[in-house]
C-alpha cells in the first residue's frame, strides 16, 4: 500500500505479476495488509476490487482514498494480538501464506501463520543488503538480516528468481535452510509509447540509456566518469529513473551538468514511455556491483537493444552470451564498446536470439508446488 501512486520498482512489478496470475488461478485468493491499527483481511472479492488501485497505471495517487477503498473491501479487521483468531476465523481450509516482497515479513504473522497450520512460502528477491551493506539505506541492514533469519526459521518454502540468488541466500542461513525452487522471472513487453516521453527525448541518434534507480549500486558514477573522459566527442547518456540515497556526490555532479548535455536525467516515465527511450538506444548501459535477478537488462534484451553489462554471473545464467560483458574494472573496454556501438547507427537485432522468460513458465513452476 505505500507503494499506491507512484512508478513500480523491480519488486513492485514482481507482486503485481503474482497478484493478476492469483486473480486468475481457480483457487480463492485472499490479502492480508497491514494497517496503523493492525492487520486487515481481505476476501477473494476484496482482493478483486483492491487489485486496480496498486497498478502502475493506476490514476489512484491519493493514499487516503487508497485506504479507504481497502476499509471498505475488508471482510475483516484485528489488533495486532489477535490476528491468529482472525486467520482461523476466515480462511479456509488449504490456504498457504505467500509473500512476494521483502515487506511484513514479521515474527508476529509468521507465528500466527504457524499457529493457524498455514504453510508459509517466502520469495526472496535478494541478499544485496548483507552482501553489500556500503550500498543501504542508513538503517535498513539489520532489519534485513533479521527478516533472512526469520525466513530461515519459520518458511516451509523459498521462492528464489535464480540460482546465484539462491546460493547467496542459503549461505546466509547458517542455522536452517528451507526448502527451495528456482523460478526465473517473466517479462511482459511493453508497447513503447513515444507520445508520453517529455520533450527533448528522444535525444538524437546515437543515445544511450541506463534505467533504474540512481542509487550507489547501480554505479552511475562509474558511467558519469566515462563521459567525462570521453568529453565533447560522447553520446548522449540518459539516466532514466528516480533519485534514490545514499548518493549525494553523483547528484551534485548531474546537478552541475545542467540541461541539453551529454547526460540527461528523466525520472517518472510511464512504462510505454520508458520503452520507447530503450527502443531507440544504441544500448543499454548497466555497471551495477549487484543484481537479484535484473529485470532492465532483460526488458532491453527483449527489445533487440544491446546491452552492456559488468561481469556478474546472474546475467550469465538467464542472458548467456547476448549481453556484452565488461568488468567495471576496465574502463577502456567500456568506453571501446560503447564507441562501437555508437558507430553502428543502429542496435543490432538480437530477438531471434532470445527466447523471452516468460510469467506463465514461472508460475507453472511456482503454483505447481506452492
Known amino acids: 500500500m505505500r507503494r499506491v501512486g507512484r512508478v513500480l520498482t523491480g519488486v513492485d512489478r514482481v507482486e503485481l505479476a503474482y497478484l493478476r496470475a492469483l486473480l486468475d488461478a481457480p483457487e480463492p485468493v485472499f490479502g492480508l495488509i497491514r494497517s496503523k491499527l493492525g492487520y486487515i483481511l481481505l476476501d477473494p472479492k476484496g482482493v478483486a476490487e ?3 488501485i496498486l497498478s502502475a497505471h493506476s490514476d489512484w495517487d491519493k493514499t487516503a482514498k487508497a485506504w479507504q477503498t481497502v476499509r471498505r473491501a475488508a471482510v475483516s479487521r484485528s489488533v495486532p494480538f489477535a490476528l491468529p483468531r482472525m486467520l482461523r476465523r476466515h480462511l479456509p481450509a488449504g490456504t498457504v501464506y505467500l509473500n512476494t516482497g521483502h515487506s511484513n515479513v514479521t515474527d508476529r504473522v509468521l507465528r500466527a501463520m504457524k499457529g ?8 526472496i528477491h535478494d541478499v544485496i543488503p548483507l552482501e553489500f551493506p556500503q550500498y543501504q539505506r542508513d538503517g535498513s541492514v539489520a532489519p534485513f538480516r533479521a527478516m533472512i533469519d526469520r525466513v ?3 518458511a516451509d518454502l523459498v521462492i528464489y528468481n535464480s540460482k546465484d540468488t539462491r546460493a547467496r541466500a542459503e549461505a546466509q542461513m547458517p542455522r536452517r535452510v528451507p526448502p527451495a525452487i528456482v523460478a526465473h522471472l517473466g517479462t511482459t513487453v511493453v508497447s513503447p509509447r513515444p507520445m508520453d516521453l517529455p520533450d ?3 535525444p538524437g541518434a546515437p543515445y544511450f540509456v541506463t534505467p533504474g534507480t540512481i542509487e550507489p549500486r547501480k554505479n552511475h558514477a562509474f558511467l558519469l566518469d566515462l563521459w567525462d573522459e570521453m568529453g565533447t566527442d560522447a553520446p ?9 540515497w545514499k548518493n549525494d556526490a553523483v547528484f551534485a555532479r548531474l546537478d552541475a551538468l545542467g540541461s541539453g548535455g551529454k547526460v540527461r536525467e528523466v525520472s517518472g516515465l510511464s ?3 520508458l520503452a520507447a527511450l530503450i527502443s531507440g538506444a544504441a544500448g543499454a548501459l548497466l555497471p551495477s556491483h549487484a543484481e537479484g535477478f535484473g529485470l532492465p537488462a532483460v526488458e532491453a534484451a527483449a527489445q533487440g537493444v544491446p546491452v552492456v553489462v559488468n561481469t556478474l554471473d546472474v546475467y550469465a545464467e538467464f542472458l548467456g552470451d547476448i549481453p556484452i560483458y565488461a568488468s567495471v574494472s576496465d574502463r577502456y573496454l567500456w568506453i ?9 547507427g543502429h542496435r543490432t537485432q538480437q ?3 532470445f527466447e523471452l522468460p516468460s510469467w506463465d513458465a514461472h508460475f507453472k513452476t511456482v503454483l505447481r508446488l506452492t
Open 336 to 344: 571501446k564498446t560503447i564507441n562501437t556501438l555508437a558507430r553502428a
Open 152 to 154: 530461515a526459521a519459520h
Open 271 to 273: 512504462d510505454g514511455a
Open 236 to 244: 548522449v547518456l540518459v539516466l532514466a529513473g528516480s533519485r534514490g
Open 351 to 353: 530477438k531471434h536470439q
Open 50 to 52: 483492491v487489485a486496480p
Open 116 to 123: 493457524a497450520d498455514i504453510p508459509i512460502t517466502i520469495f
Open 200 to 202: 527533448g527525448l528522444p
